[in-house]
């Protein structure tokens, strides 16, 4: 009996023992993305809609209003690219217009988020609450001791 044992055992081990090294592969693999993609900070500054994105946000409402029943996301996303096509470069001024704003915006605001970063990362990270706001909410629970320490 011993002997039919070893014989059947060694299959499927194998057979076994080659799938987890496949499956081994793989997830150490996967953390180092998971650990790339955890790292983004939810503070960032979103990147503005382009002049087309921006003409969309418009086009989805009067394609809405003038088709009730469609509900297809990619029939209205057609519509809009083929309308987008044959306009001129006058008809799309104003979106581009509007674009260059939102950009202009988006850059401000994401020369003050990395000034925030390099002077000082710890102390943004701990909440959105202002200074005089977190100060409001520690006299709140804590009572007297907090102006002993001010």
Do not use: C
């Amino acid at each position: 009996m011993k002997g039919g044992r070893s014989k059947a055992e060694p299959k499927k081990a194998d057979s076994k023992l080659s799938v987890k090294k496949k499956g081994a592969e793989k997830p150490a693999k996967q953390p180092a993305k998971k650990g790339k993609a955890a790292a983004k900070d939810p503070n960032k500054p979103k990147r503005p809609a382009s002049a087309f994105f921006v003409f969309m946000e418009d086009f989805r409402k009067t394609y809405k209003e003038k088709h009730p029943n469609n509900k297809s996301v990619a029939a209205v996303g057609k519509a809009g690219g083929d309308k987008w096509k044959s306009m001129s470069e006058a008809e799309k001024a104003p979106f581009v217009s509007r674009a260059e704003k939102r950009k202009t915006e988006y850059n401000k605001n994401i020369e003050a988020y990395n000034k925030r970063i390099a002077d000082g990362p710890a102390e943004d990270e701990e909440s959105d609450k202002s200074m005089s706001e977190v100060h409001d909410d520690d006299d709140d629970e804590s009572g007297e001791e907090e102006d002993d320490d001010e």
